[in-house]
């Protein structure tokens, strides 16, 4: 009889913080309602630049106001992601600089008791067999073959 192994979801994950996901779910939205307000206002521009007493100043001024909402959406764009790098940047100061300096005392602490091992334990040892051998060599040498 074959018994299937079957995968579970890993219950000691984060879950975000409420805080989190009210402000993810009012980003959202508040980018859903200005896409769909600026869809309403190109719908309009192009419905009234069809209309056949259209004349070029008009055309013009259209052309201006989109170009005036496209620089409003890359100023939103760089704020965006101005925000972005200012969270970076406080993630790496406060979560992964502590994590590093903790990681290196870590290791300094390692190497000296690496260190420490060495002298005060393998040289030693070391000394102790190298006089062994010495000694063994001595007995073998003034001891008579049979």
Do not use: C, W
């Not at 000691?12 to 769909?36: F, K, M, S, W, Y």
């Not at 190109?42 to 496209?70: K, N, Q, W, Y």
């Not at 870590?106 to 040289?123: A, H, I, K, M």
């Amino acid at each position: 009889m074959d018994t299937e192994i079957i995968p579970t979801q890993d219950l000691t994950e984060e879950l975000p913080a409420p805080e989190d996901t009210r402000n993810q779910r009012g980003l959202v939205v508040g980018l859903v309602i200005g896409g769909i307000a600026l869809l309403a206002v190109i719908v309009g521009a192009v419905f009234l630049l069809l209309r056949p007493s259209t004349d070029t100043a008009r055309v013009r001024d259209v052309f201006i106001i989109f170009m005036a909402l496209e620089s409003i959406v890359i100023g939103l764009a760089l704020v965006i992601l101005l925000v972005q790098l200012a969270r970076l940047i406080n993630l790496l100061q406060n979560e992964i600089k502590p994590i590093m300096d903790s990681t290196n005392e870590t290791v300094s602490t390692l190497r000296g008791t690496t260190q420490f091992l060495s002298d005060n334990l393998v040289e030693p040892v070391m000394k102790l067999n190298e006089y062994l051998a010495g000694f063994g060599h001595l007995i073998r040498f003034v001891r008579p073959k049979k």
